[in-house]
């Protein structure tokens, strides 16, 4: 499968333009692409959509079809060109829209940050989505623009109810896993919630899923944690060993073992994107939303968790969106059981330069900066890892370029932040 958006699976309907030199290249790439690939019983649907009269190179014309029955005279009357197998054939096509429904998903915990961003990127490309959240860090007003969409379905439920589980994971066809407890602080307090929210929540996700036929893969976003405090920067997939020095570290490996373990024992395949922190608007947690309402309190001074050379890498949304959506297309394309990947933003800043950053968006001068010294040698709490920085090879290998880096990422993430009131 090659690198080219229109080659995937998803097939991404608004990338094949009428009368575009692109069109050909595009639609002869999906159909050769299809027919060996997961969604090869949809070619037919994908077919009765373009295609209103076919024309076989060096035979006479003919009003047929490869798929299902379109009247020629509903055609625009633009005449293109393909190689469909060892054919060259012309078509006639109206407005070509792909088939809605070409993959049921299903997005737990998509009501929240990183969720509702990727049902935005699933809705825009017409699959049909299915979102589990219980709510309790997520919101509706993150996916209330497609509340009353057909083909979107929300269910308030909790993963660590394992009938629930089950119903939001009947059909599925590919589910992203992303409902869990992502605060690490919350370790030190309380490790109980890692282990409910993050271990328990994602092996009934998987009890659900291993006899369920429709599922094709699970999508699970893990994190840069699991690596603890790896001795080399950048930490590429295959580094070990892992030795996470926070619960949530902790418990995401487990789950990712977990997975693993199901991929190889029952029917399922897994695909794990360990992230590194990620920014931007709906951001539920992190540090630049923190030092944006602490500096809305008082503009005059910011109190930082730790000594401030925390560093780290910071990759804004739609950089996270695209990568998610390339690797599970590719994903989906290939034969792999367990594929690993890294995800993050090729360069690493710290907490000192971020709380500059967001003093600068929000107009502010003469902050006074004050380090609270930190634990542990300047962390901001136990389980914080000072230093991470992600090797990304392995994913620029797919075709995948993040626009922003961390301190252009936290920056926008600032300036959109500073004009919301509800903070
Ligand atoms: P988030 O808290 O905004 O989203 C998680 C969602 O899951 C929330 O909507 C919450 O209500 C829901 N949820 C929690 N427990 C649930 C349960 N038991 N049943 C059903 N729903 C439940 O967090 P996010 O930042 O969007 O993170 C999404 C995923 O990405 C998480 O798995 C997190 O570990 C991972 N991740 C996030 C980051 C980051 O920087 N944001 C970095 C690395 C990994």
């Given at each position: 499968?090659?690198?080219?958006?229109?080659?995937?699976?998803?097939?991404?309907?608004?990338?094949?333009?009428?009368?575009s030199?692109?069109?050909?290249?595009n639609?002869?790439?999906?159909?050769?692409?299809?027919?060996?690939?997961?969604?090869?019983?949809?070619?037919?649907?994908?077919?009765?959509?373009?295609?209103h009269?076919?024309?076989v190179?060096g035979?006479s014309?003919?009003?047929?079809?490869?798929?299902?029955?379109?009247?020629?005279?509903?055609?625009?009357?633009?005449?293109?060109?393909?190689?469909?197998?060892?054919?060259?054939?012309?078509?006639?096509?109206?407005?070509?829209?792909?088939r809605?429904?070409?993959?049921?998903?299903l997005?737990?915990g998509?009501?929240?940050?990183?969720?509702?961003?990727?049902?935005?990127?699933?809705?825009?490309?017409?699959?049909v989505?299915?979102?589990?959240?219980?709510?309790?860090?997520?919101?509706?007003?993150?996916i209330?623009?497609?509340?009353?969409?057909e083909?979107?379905?929300?269910?308030?439920g909790?993963?660590?109810?394992?009938?629930?589980?089950k119903?939001?994971?009947?059909?599925?066809?590919?589910v992203?896993?992303?409902?869990?407890?992502?605060?690490?602080?919350?370790?030190e307090?309380?490790?109980?919630?890692?282990?409910?929210?993050n271990?328990v929540?994602?092996?009934?996700?998987?009890?659900?899923?291993?006899?369920?036929?429709?599922?094709?893969?699970?999508?699970?976003?893990?994190?840069?944690t699991?690596y603890?405090?790896?001795?080399?920067?950048?930490?590429?997939?295959?580094?070990?060993?892992?030795?996470?020095?926070?619960?949530?570290?902790?418990?995401?490996?487990?789950?990712?073992?977990l997975i693993?373990?199901?991929?190889?024992?029952?029917?399922?395949?897994?695909?794990?994107?360990?992230l590194?922190?990620?920014?931007?608007?709906?951001?539920?947690?992190?540090v630049?939303?923190?030092?944006?309402?602490?500096?809305?309190?008082?503009?005059?001074?910011?109190e930082?968790?730790?000594?401030?050379?925390?560093k780290?890498?910071?990759?804004y949304?739609?950089?996270?969106?695209?990568?998610?959506?390339?690797?599970?297309?590719?994903?989906?394309?290939?034969?792999?059981r367990?594929?690993?990947?890294?995800v993050?933003s090729?360069?690493s800043v710290t907490?000192a330069?971020?709380?500059?950053?967001?003093?600068e968006?929000?107009?502010l001068?003469?902050?006074?900066?004050?380090?609270?010294?930190g634990?542990?040698?300047?962390?901001?709490?136990r389980?914080?890892?000072?230093?991470?920085?992600?090797?990304?090879?392995?994913?620029?290998k797919?075709?995948?370029?993040?626009?922003?880096?961390?301190?252009?990422?936290?920056?926008?993430?600032?300036?959109k932040?500073v004009?919301r009131?509800?903070?």
């Open positions: 499968m090659g690198n080219n958006a229109c080659s995937h699976p998803f097939l991404p309907g608004n990338n094949v333009r009428r009368n030199p692109l069109c050909l290249h639609i002869a790439n999906v159909l050769s692409e299809l027919r060996d690939s997961v969604v090869a019983p949809r070619i037919d649907c994908l077919l009765d959509s373009v295609i009269r076919v024309n190179r035979g014309e003919e009003e047929t079809r490869i798929g299902g029955a379109v009247e020629p005279s509903e055609s625009d009357g633009n005449l293109y060109g393909f190689i469909y197998g060892d054919r060259y054939v012309e078509c006639l096509m109206a407005n070509v829209t792909v809605h429904d070409l993959l049921k998903v997005v737990t998509g009501a929240g940050f990183i969720g509702s961003h990727l049902v935005d990127r699933f809705m825009k490309e017409n699959h989505v299915t979102v589990v959240d219980n709510l309790s860090n997520g919101s509706l007003s993150n209330e623009s497609w509340l009353d969409n083909r979107f379905k929300f269910i308030e909790d993963l660590k109810d394992p009938q629930k589980t119903k939001a994971a009947e059909d599925a066809e590919l992203f896993h992303l409902a869990a407890n992502p605060e690490v602080r919350v370790g307090t309380d490790p109980h919630i890692h282990f409910e929210e271990l929540a994602t092996f009934n996700l998987l009890e659900a899923l291993k006899r369920q036929r429709s599922a094709k893969a699970i999508v699970f976003t893990s994190t840069s699991v603890g405090e790896a001795t080399l920067l950048p930490t590429p997939e295959d580094y070990g060993p892992s030795i996470p020095i926070s619960t949530y570290g902790a418990t995401k490996l487990g789950c990712e073992a693993e373990a199901y991929a190889h024992t029952f029917d399922l395949r897994g695909l794990v994107l360990r590194a922190n990620i920014v931007g608007p709906r951001g539920t947690t992190g630049v939303k923190d030092f944006v309402k602490k500096l809305r309190r008082n503009p005059k001074r910011l930082i968790l730790g000594d401030g050379s925390q780290k890498s910071y990759l949304i739609d950089d996270l969106i695209d990568a998610i959506y390339l690797t599970a297309n590719e994903f989906l394309s290939c034969n792999d367990i594929k690993v990947y890294n993050g090729p360069d907490v330069r971020i709380a500059e950053i967001v003093a968006e929000m107009s001068s003469d902050v006074d900066f004050v380090f609270t010294g634990v542990n040698g300047g962390r901001g709490w389980g914080d890892v000072k230093t991470m920085l992600l090797s990304t090879k392995k994913l620029l797919q075709g995948w370029r993040p626009r922003y880096r961390s301190e252009e990422a936290v920056r926008l993430t600032a300036e932040l004009d009131l509800d903070l």
